[in-house]
C-alpha cells in the first residue's frame, strides 16, 4: 500500500508534535490518520500538494528558503484550508505565524522538509 500525500503530512506533523511540544500534546494532536477527521485528512492531502508544486514550480529556488519561510508557507497553507473547511474557526486556529506557538513554527518548518525529503526520494 502506497502513502499518499496527506499521510505524509501528518506524520510530519506527529512527529513534530512529539518533538516539539511541551508536555503532553491533546490526543487529537497525535492521533493516527485512520483516526484523523476526513476534512482534516483533505486539509493535509491539499497542504501537501502546494507544497509540492510550490518546490516543482520554483526549482532549485526553494533550497534557498530559510527554515522559517518554509514552515510560514505550511502554516500559511494550513490557515487557507481551515477556512475552507471550518465556517467560523477560533482564532487560535487561524493565528499568524507571530501568533504561533514555537513548537508549532518547528513542526510546521519540518513540515516542509519531510515533504521535500520525500519528493526527492530522500
Do not use: N
Request: aromatic share 14%; proline share 6%.
Amino acid at each position: 500500500m502506497s502513502v499518499d500525500g496527506g499521510q505524509i503530512f501528518r506524520a510530519a506533523w506527529i512527529a513534530g508534535v512529539h518533538k516539539y511540544y511541551p508536555g503532553e500534546p491533546k490526543a487529537g494532536y497525535v492521533a493516527p490518520w485512520e483516526e484523523t477527521p476526513e476534512w482534516e485528512r483533505a486539509a493535509a492531502a491539499s497542504v501537501f500538494d502546494l507544497v509540492r508544486a510550490f518546490t516543482e514550480t520554483t526549482g532549485d529556488g526553494v533550497k534557498k528558503l530559510s527554515r522559517e519561510d518554509k514552515g510560514r508557507y505550511v502554516a500559511l497553507c494550513w490557515t487557507a484550508q481551515i477556512f475552507k473547511h471550518i465556517a467560523d474557526p477560533k482564532p487560535a486556529y487561524v493565528a499568524g505565524w507571530e501568533d504561533l506557538p514555537q513548537w508549532q513554527q518547528e513542526t510546521d518548518s519540518d513540515i516542509f522538509e519531510r515533504i521535500e525529503d520525500a519528493l526527492s526520494g530522500s
